[in-house]
Nanobody, 126 residues
Framework: QLQASGGGLVQAGGSLRLSCAAS????????MGWFRQAPGKEREGVAR????????YYRDSVKGRFTISRDNVKNTVYLQMNNLRPEDTAVYFC?????????????????????WGQGTLVTVSS
């Protein structure tokens, strides 16, 4: 199971750190991703990290502002979000996949993820 936490209300320009703790099974051979879904919009990939090697992928709109990282000992993945914007407002989800992406699009495609946690709401006020 995956448990996401760390969401909240923050002003534009502020920061939040999301956490995704894995339990019940090991995800050491899986890649982990963060996704978000705003009201009335489709779920979109935000960032991804491989547990082995640590390769990272980001959607263009968060590059330079968001950082994904992981702690394999704690079986936890983090998403540090800086310089938040109102358009970052969404429910954020973490997910796991055993697939190896060939492109950025594949890396952030929610259809390629098998395990999902519940979401955590991030609200950025202007």
């Amino acid at each position: 199971q995956l448990q996401a936490s760390g969401g909240g209300l923050v002003q534009a320009g502020g920061s939040l750190r999301l956490s995704c703790a894995a339990s019940g099974r090991t995800f050491n051979s899986y890649s982990m991703g963060w996704f978000r879904q705003a009201p009335g919009k489709e779920r979109e990939g935000v960032a991804r990290i491989r547990f082995v090697g640590g390769s990272k992928y980001y959607r263009d709109s968060v590059k330079g502002r968001f950082t994904i990282s992981r702690d394999n000992v704690k079986n936890t993945v983090y998403l540090q979000m800086n310089n938040l914007r109102p358009e970052d407002t969404a429910v954020y989800f973490c997910a796991a996949t055993p697939t190896v992406p060939l492109t950025l699009t594949e890396a952030l495609d929610p259809r390629r993820y098998d395990y999902w946690g519940q979401g955590t709401l991030v609200t950025v006020s202007s």
